[in-house]
């Protein structure tokens, strides 16, 4: 029984995208508080994202066999491998399993939203780490340029600056490159290390491998790390390279002392992983490296960062939307238009009248009615939301700034808000005459929506009149806007 974690939890295959490792995992198990349920299983972290946990036996009567049988909760499970290393398993429910089987045994299988290694805790909030290094799939990709080389614009360091990279027995072609930015007590590094890995008979093999190391000056729970920089960071890959993206490697410190415990998480991502779509020939970068050198990180990240948690949950619906792959067509545009107008709330918004205007003539209309709470109270509630722009003036207003950025969008507001809010409004509120668009309609409004988004994204950012060149180097392939003219 061992433990089997790698490394860094990734894999490179010599010119193709990195991607996860499997993890196994046996040990013995039991709920929080309650050893005299310990139970050995094996926990299979699989590359893709899934966690399971099976077991030879049913332990905690997971299996009812009648609606009044008494089964333990085991949406939290404590473990530990022979070695002693604390285990945690978070999200556990049952798949499956069977009582009695003909060979006499009997197995059940669990999945799990997250596998803990090095940590027997409860929640996410009751771990905490000083530093983390995170790796997210396409992150390498986008730092290096595309490229294999030293393209990069991040700079040349020693193994020994900090990056967590030996600096001993490494060869004359090997080095590595890193960038960092201090934000709010925290400091961020991205790194690119590359090492030899074999010489054939006709050339020399490299791993090429990047991580961000974030150390921060007192300790951070594991939640806190994720939604204040994990999250808000790999969007910035999502978005920057257009390419779907989830989280390699996660693994941190709990303290910077001789004293520390190294603590691994393995999440299981919450969309469908799709096989990668790297290729140094069909570049999507939204980002790319030719607009950033060292201080253009810098400004990037901490930009980036403030914008993503200023946005909140509208930042989580639209990323996760543009990093799954298996949303119909429908649901994507009802969604985005969604995110649209969240956008256009949080960061542009424009109220009719001032608030003090607004609550004035709001008491006055509520005042003018019949003397009878029930109906002021629904003239209140209503009247109380009348301050704000409506739907369709704000997907306009997104549509004509975009159009600064692209001018080619200029002429086409008018039709395409008409479209979105349309068709937002027949699907939202069903009638039995309602009807879906045509595929093609969906496909290129969902395009168009999600490049206007970009664009004001990209200007927010601060990038000015390197948006269209930002615009042009990530839609090279796939312009929706063309198609508008046709």
């Known amino acids: 029984m061992r433990v089997q974690v790698g490394a860094a939890g990734r894999r490179d295959d010599h010119g193709g995208p990195e991607t996860r490792r499997d993890v196994f995992v046996e040990a013995l198990w039991w709920p929080p508080g309650d050893k005299s349920l310990m139970a050995q299983g094996k926990v299979s972290a699989f590359g893709e994202g899934s966690v399971w946990l099976d077991t030879e036996a049913d332990a905690w009567g997971a299996v009812a066999l009648s609606d009044d049988e008494s089964r333990t909760d085991v949406r939290v499970l404590h473990g530990r491998t022979p070695t002693g290393t604390a285990l945690s398993l978070h999200g556990v429910r049952l798949f499956g399993g069977e009582k009695e089987h003909p060979s006499g045994r009997a197995h059940v299988r669990f999945v799990a939203d997250r596998l803990i290694v090095g940590a027997a805790v409860d929640d996410e909030a009751d771990v905490s780490m ?236 509520v005042a003018a009615l019949p003397d009878d709470e029930t109906i002021r109270a629904h003239y209140r509630d209503r009247l109380t939301r009348a301050n704000s722009q409506s739907q369709r003036r704000r997907i306009r207003w997104l549509i004509e700034r975009g159009s600064q950025a692209d001018s080619r969008l200029t002429g086409h507001a008018r039709k395409l808000t008409s479209q979105l809010v349309g068709w937002r409004n027949d699907h939202t509120h069903l009638e039995g005459s309602a009807t879906a668009p045509p595929l093609e309609n969906l496909l290129l409004l969902n395009a168009v929506l999600a490049y206007v988004m970009a664009a004001n994204i990209l200007l927010d950012l601060g990038m000015g009149d390197n948006t269209l060149y930002c615009l042009r180097c990530g839609h090279a392939w796939d312009d929706p806007v063309a198609a508008l003219a046709s």
């Open 130 to 365: 000083a530093l983390v290094r995170v790796s997210f799939r396409g992150l390498r990709e986008w730092l290096m340029g595309w490229t294999r080389d030293t393209k990069t614009p991040l700079p040349l360091v020693t193994p020994e600056e900090g990056t967590g990279v030996e600096g001993s027995n490494r060869r004359v072609d090997d080095w590595v490159r890193s960038a960092s930015v201090d934000i709010d007590d925290v400091r961020l590094q991205a790194i690119v290390s590359r090492d030899f890995s074999a010489t054939g008979r006709f050339r020399t093999v490299y791993d090429t491998s990047a991580w961000l190391q974030l150390t921060s000056t007192g300790p951070l729970s594991l939640a806190d790390w994720r939604r204040s920089w994990i999250e808000p960071l790999r969007d910035l890959v999502l978005f920057g390279t257009r390419e779907q993206t989830v989280i390699l490697s996660l693994e941190g410190e709990t303290s910077l002392d001789h004293t520390s415990t190294t603590v691994k998480v393995f999440m299981a991502p919450e969309v469908v992983v799709q096989p990668p779509q790297h290729t140094p020939y069909y570049q999507r970068d939204l980002l790319p490296a030719g607009i950033w050198d060292q201080d253009g990180f810098e400004d990037l990240v901490s930009t980036w960062r403030s914008l993503h948690l200023e946005l909140g949950a509208v930042a989580q619906a639209f990323f996760e939307l543009a990093n799954g792959a298996d949303v119909p067509p429908l649901t994507r545009l009802l969604r985005l238009t969604s995110c649209a107008e969240g956008y256009h709330r949080i960061l542009h918004d424009e109220p009719p009248f001032s608030d003090v205007h607004h609550s004035a003539m709001l008491s006055a209309m």
